[in-house]
């Protein structure tokens, strides 16, 4: 059986928990995470910050075109969107 690649959300409260095998497991928690989860296609390249690839170049820029008309796979987080 073929492996598949997923990202998913989870609590950071019980990440820390699986880490250190302490507290409880919310199972449901867990599964829902893995229902909801974004796969990454197959045959994916590197995931890289295009943000950081385009820092400090200018827009009409060959490769700042190129990156902005990629199609997105896993979205920014809050924290890193401009």
Do not use: F, Q, W
């Amino acid at each position: 059986m073929a492996d598949i690649d997923l990202v998913i959300t989870i609590p950071e409260t019980l990440y820390n928990n699986l880490k250190t095998g302490c507290g409880i497991y919310p199972y449901r928690l867990i599964y829902d995470a893995i229902l909801t989860s974004t796969p990454l296609p197959k045959g994916h390249g590197r995931l890289i910050d295009a943000d950081e690839l385009i820092d400090g170049r200018l827009e009409n820029d060959n490769t700042v075109i190129l990156v902005h008309n990629a199609k997105t796979i896993i979205p920014a987080d809050k924290e890193g969107e401009d």
